[in-house]
């Protein structure tokens, strides 16, 4: 592993930077991208691996964010944009930057941190766990189920009419406060508008009140929904039949959505084929005695103690953590040695827990975690119901 100059970068628009973005994600630096990229790196921490001679070899770009955790707001930096220059790799430059980046992180009290892997085993070592999952259609237009017919209407909009609905739409959907980002109109823009171009579809109920929406894309023969937004089964039915009046001119219907339910797939009059399930976004906790003291706990009772070992990258989650109850509060106490109940667990595995990716007797059963009785039922009647779900990528 090589002693690497590992700095901030204070200036993101830099030729050198660009060039490695370029490179590593064979992007096209057209004036739209670069606009992107400069954009998102206002709004992040960016840092570069630079060799003896000043090169910039490695970079690492990490964009602070919030987000929603069953009506609870944290602090989280997404990691993304990590890249290095072939003749550098192997040398343990990524590995320096991340270590840089977790602790600034706790200095600066971020509690989680998301990012989407090129590979699971290499974020793992760095305390990230698969967390999130998407569901992939990509149906024969003709397979596509049909909607009723609705009292609502359909209008497209541009952008600027479009954002302020589609804001507050998304916001208020409950599947979108298992996890995911609460956005700001920053990342709206950089996410809806420099990535590709969409047509933005709003559903009006027959009052005129704005219900849902639909962002969607054409192209050679394929209609893709970007994203899809409704807070009531009418609007969910209203742009279906959007999604469906494009079924003769369309050959295929693709839709990558997070996990949520299974809508689509209940009232098809037949099955559709191939729904695929795969991995999505890793997530870690930065600081878990922060994100505890917060953690939107249910019933709000019980005494019990967890154990954090091996955490390499964030020793200071390491340690005994007691957890009571005072005022409808949670109460996190470090200490020594404890006398409750106890779960012994990694950093990844209790982060699945909190998060609602893993029931605590699935792990126990499969020696995932050490738990006392007290523990599982601690954990089985004081969580939030409720698979996480992202929508976003970064």
Known sequence: MCVCDVKKMTTFGDQEVLDLVAYAFQWELSEKNIDRYQRLAAHSWNYGSYDAQGKLASQVMATLFNVNLHGTAYPMAGIGFVASYPEYRG???????????????????????????FSFPFYRRYGYEYTFERSVYDIQSSDWPDSPKTAGSIKRLAWEQAQPIIHQIYHQQLKNQR?????????????FTL?????????????????????YSIEKGTFTIDEWGYLTGEAFHGLNRLIV????????????????????????????????????????????????????????????????????????????????????????????KTDLPCL?????RVGQLLFGVQEIDTCQFFGEVKADDAVVAFFQNNLPKGKPVLEDYF
């Not at 005129?208 to 962002?215: D, Q």
């Open 91 to 117: 040398q343990g430059r990524i590995d320096q930057i991340m270590q840089e980046i977790i602790k600034d992180c706790y200095e600066q009290n971020i509690v989680l941190s998301y990012l989407a892997p």
């Open 179 to 191: 996890g995911a980002l609460i956005r700001d109109a920053w990342w709206e823009d950089i996410k």
């Open 195 to 215: 990535r590709k171009t969409f047509t933005f579809a709003v559903y009006y109920n027959a009052s005129g009140t704005p219900e849902g929406y639909l962002i």
């Open 245 to 336: 009046s494009h079924r003769d001119s369309v050959a295929k219907i693709h839709y990558q959505v997070g996990i949520d339910s299974r809508h689509l797939q209940t009232f098809a009059k037949k099955p559709m084929p191939a729904i695929l399930s795969r991995p999505d976004m890793m997530t870690r906790i930065i600081d878990l005695e922060l994100f505890l003291q917060t953690y939107p706990f249910t019933k709000k009772e019980g005494k019990i103690a967890l154990q954090i070992e091996n955490d390499v990258y964030a020793p200071w989650n390491n340690g005994v953590y007691e957890l009571s109850f005072a005022q409808q509060k949670p109460v996190v106490k470090r200490v020594e």
């Open 344 to 348: 012994t667990a990694s950093i990844q």
